[in-house]
């Protein structure tokens, strides 16, 4: 079965740390950027970080830079984001997203939600003041 399932969502306190993990199936992981969006609310859907397939190419939201640190293991189908200092604005819903599209060298990942074609169900995040 084709699918992405995230994990690693939690309720923690203000300035705490978490990882959330993004396991692949079904495909041929490693040829695919991978991307964490969260959503909040009625908010718009928005885009955390980026990875590409070989890991070599990384993009991370402003509100994310310096916080929040995107990495894949392709051995293992996993993509993780790791988040420290959270803040209460980062509560959210987290999912991470692939693209069926194998970018060129020099083409970053999209930061766009439409950009993206297989979603995961999504893990809770509450951040905690």
């Known amino acids: 079965q084709v699918q992405l399932v995230e994990s690693g969502g939690a309720s923690v306190q203000s300035g705490d740390s978490l990882r959330l993990s993004c396991t692949a199936s079904g495909f041929t992981f490693d040829h695919y950027p991978v991307a964490w969006f969260r959503q909040s609310g009625g908010n718009e859907r928005e885009a955390v970080a980026c990875i590409k397939g070989d890991g070599k190419s990384i993009r991370y939201a402003d509100e994310a830079q310096g916080r929040f640190t995107i990495s894949r293991d392709n051995n293992k189908s996993t993509v993780y984001l790791q988040m420290t200092s959270l803040k209460t604005m980062d509560t959210a819903v987290y999912s991470c997203?692939?693209?069926?599209?194998?970018?060129?060298?020099?083409?970053?990942?999209?930061?766009?939600?439409?950009?993206?074609?297989?979603w995961g169900q999504g893990t809770q995040v509450t951040v905690a003041s």
């Open positions: 997203a692939t693209d069926w599209l194998v970018l060129p060298d020099g083409v970053n990942c999209p930061m766009k939600y439409y950009e993206y074609d297989l």
